[in-house]
């Protein structure tokens, strides 16, 4: 069968023979033993629901085995024999260009180079999933390809419950994810939820299909790594910046560390995906002994080095070293997956990965213990380091809350509504006040075509936008402005497309509303291919999370999800192609709701109403929210979007004289 045929098949009716286990891929760990016997028989006749009952006899068996060895039912048998990676848009079977369009990205959060556990479905995060099996996704791909522009797809955690009819300007996809009943969305019950095969964790962009690679997050670490030297004053080279993390969006770091300038020590305990980053050169050197990677990291801060240094091993171990050596760490951080503590985001230390994975999975109440052991080690030993001066912000990763949460020494002395912990979070400082505020966050665009050339035009084009926008660009958003110009003049020499020809640029309504438009004129000119637009769930409006996207929010809203929902359904109705709502994000189940969505450029008259209606609701409903919570720079730049568009009228907020209260 071609490759078209295949899509259109959907769920093959004839058993395709059985595939073996492959240990050269990167697999998610075993999860936890969770299920009781009478909801493991639930377990199977829900994976059972997506195959002819004369298949049953055969599948339940080995069904069971999956469940038992793996803690989930992925059903590996129905993984395709065609390679997973974005095609072109025309190699793709169907009726609609915007089905073609979401097939090719979700095909893309599924390219082994992409994917962390691509056999599994899961894009980054360690649990961060496309689809629950791969019953879900054939099924998925033959309703896209089946589609016409006068249907909608409705995906309820990963399960495509089928096409609907609709209209042409409703979005072609509508995903939900992880959406439970607020009092059951505790980390158990994503294993157990999740094992029963009725709901995912679909993470930000890996269960909406936006993902891109760890361009997305190199961007936005680079931004973060730039302005955190600026905060203590302090040129990048010659500088220290010590972290944890390299599998899925974490491996974004060294490559970040390299574009700003400094020396960067991250440190993994999974050897494979250590060496996959070195293999992509996100990283120059590996480490696995801390005597040697002292001397290394002495030598790069003399000769002022621009140079990334994996250390093999755990981070605490770096902490404390450092510590003993009496090396001056500048700014640090960390980006393990804390938002999945127990079943594989952060490891312990003292023991293997190996080891780890075994006691995960056998003893999770023990491995759980250890965890926090080691969260309490590792923050003692970034506490000796502050005291020193290095500057320390959490990365969203939820790594204070956790550490918290295990009686670490964590918490301000002195709390104020916002500022509980003794470290802020970085967009406290540096995301939320200097980019959210302004309007300013991760647009990205891919190049339908597959064609590089068509990335480098779309480069040239957003540059020049932004060269003629910053001309007139007031005082207060010129860094940003700057920052963003730069970046894009040097995103073909840094390599960073991973997967298909995308780019990311930090960029405000009128930004991106500008660069769209002039990528739909070039469309439609026969310059380049069609383009699909969408951004990082990690955005000025997107998500509502208080210990990371909303963290800047003092006036007590942060706990509420509202912005979110309101921008998901915004979108829905102003033109996106497909729009996302999920609960679980980087920060971990329960503790966030984050919103996504994806356009398609096709050079139309439609596309050109569609971009501009949405993209100015997609940037200032955040900002306007921000603006209520009296955030400074929100204030500013609702008002500056009040005078540009007459027909948005906000209500602003009226401030107190602090001495009355």
């Known amino acids: 069968m071609t490759f078209q045929e295949q ?25 936890k033993e969770i299920l009781g016997e009478e909801e493991k028989k639930l377990a199977l006749k829900n994976a059972l629901r997506y195959f002819d009952p004369q298949l049953h006899e055969a599948l339940i068996p080995e069904f069971k085995q999956e469940l038992e060895d793996y803690g989930r039912i992925y059903m590996y048998r ?43 479905l899961i894009t980054y995060g360690g649990n961060g999933a496309v689809f629950s099996n791969w019953a879900q996704y054939l099924l998925t791909m033959k309703y896209l390809s089946e589609m016409t522009d006068e249907q909608t797809l409705v995906m309820y955690s990963g399960h495509p419950m089928g096409l609907f009819p609709s209209h042409k300007d409703a979005p072609r996809v509508v995903v939900t994810n ?43 670490t680079t931004i973060t790594v730039l302005n955190a ?86 981070i605490v171990e770096v902490w404390e070293k450092f510590d003993q050596e009496d090396l001056r760490i500048d700014i640090g951080s960390d980006q393990t997956s804390l938002h999945n503590p127990w079943a594989g985001g952060y490891y312990p230390v003292g023991q293997s990965f190996e080891e780890s994975n075994k006691m995960m999975a056998e003893d999770p109440e023990l491995f759980k213990e250890k965890v926090q052991e080691t969260l309490r080690r590792h923050a003692a030993a970034i506490n000796k380091h502050t ?59 891919v190049c339908t075509s597959g064609n590089p050339e068509d990335l480098q035009k779309t480069d040239g084009i957003a540059c020049a936008v932004l060269e003629e926008m910053i001309k007139n660009s007031p005082a207060e958003i010129q ?43 070039a469309i439609k000119n026969g310059e380049i291919g069609p383009v699909v637009l969408g951004r990082d769930h990690h955005d000025v409006s997107g998500t509502d999370s208080p210990y990371r996207e909303t963290s800047n929010i003092y006036d007590g809203s942060r706990f ?17 192609t497909w729009v996302s709502i999920h609960n679980g994000g980087g920060v971990g189940w329960g503790e966030v709701i984050n919103g996504g969505f994806g356009m398609l450029l096709d050079g139309s008259d439609d596309a050109d109403r569609r971009l501009k209606s949405m993209l100015f609701w997609d940037v200032n409903n955040g900002i306007s929210r921000r603006s209520w919570a009296r955030n400074e720079g929100a204030i500013f730049a609702i008002k500056r979007a009040m005078e540009i568009e007459p027909n948005l009228k906000v209500t602003l907020p009226n401030l107190v004289d602090e001495n009355l209260l």
């Not at 915007?98 to 180079?113: P, T």
């Not at 020494?409 to 470290?423: C, I, K, Q, S, W």
């Not at 509420?560 to 996106?576: C, E, K, L, P, Q």
């Open 387 to 445: 005291q020193k001066g290095t500057y320390f912000f959490d990365y969203g990763n939820a790594f204070l809350l956790e550490a918290s949460r295990a009686g670490a020494d964590v918490m301000a002395d002195n709390p104020t509504l916002g500022r509980e912990f003794r470290y802020p979070s970085y967009v406290q400082d540096i995301m939320g006040p200097m980019c959210f505020d302004y309007g300013f966050g991760p647009f990205r665009w």
């Open 7 to 31: 899509i259109q098949q959907g769920i093959p009716s004839q058993l395709p023979q059985a595939k073996p286990y492959e240990t050269n891929i990167n697999h998610a760990p075993k999860r």
């Open 78 to 120: 129905f993984r395709p024999d065609y390679e997973m990676k974005a095609r072109p848009i025309t190699d793709y079977p169907g009726k609609s260009e915007h089905a073609k369009a979401i097939m090719l990205m979700i095909q893309n959060n599924l390219d082994y180079a992409v994917a962390q556990h691509p056999h599994e």
């Open 229 to 314: 030297f600026r905060k203590i004053n302090k040129e990048p080279k010659g500088g220290l910046f010590v972290t944890s993390g390299l599998g899925g969006m974490s491996g974004a770091q060294p490559k970040a560390g390299n574009i700003a300038g400094c020396v960067t020590v991250c440190a993994e305990v999974n050897p494979k995906i250590t060496k996959i980053r070195y293999d992509q050169k996100w990283v120059n050197e590996i480490h696995e002994d801390l005597d040697s990677l002292v001397k290394r990291v002495r030598e790069a801060q003399e000769n002022k080095e621009t140079v990334s240094l994996a250390y093999l091993g755990n």
């Open 178 to 220: 992880g959406m439970m009943i607020p009092n059951y969305s505790k980390p158990d019950d994503w294993e157990k939820f999740n094992a029963l095969g009725v709901t995912q964790y679909g993470q930000m962009t890996a269960g909406s299909y936006m993902y891109i690679g760890p361009q997305g997050i190199v961007h936005g």
């Open 560 to 576: 509420t999800a509202d912005m979110a929902i309101h921008n998901v359904i915004g979108d829905s109705f102003r033109g996106a």
């Open 479 to 521: 860094q940003q402005m700057k920052d963003n110009i730069q970046w894009i003049k040097g995103a073909q020499e840094n390599k960073l497309v991973v997967g298909s020809q995308a780019r990311i640029l930090y960029a405000d309504a009128e930004g991106r509303m500008k660069i769209a438009e002039a990528f739909n004129k």
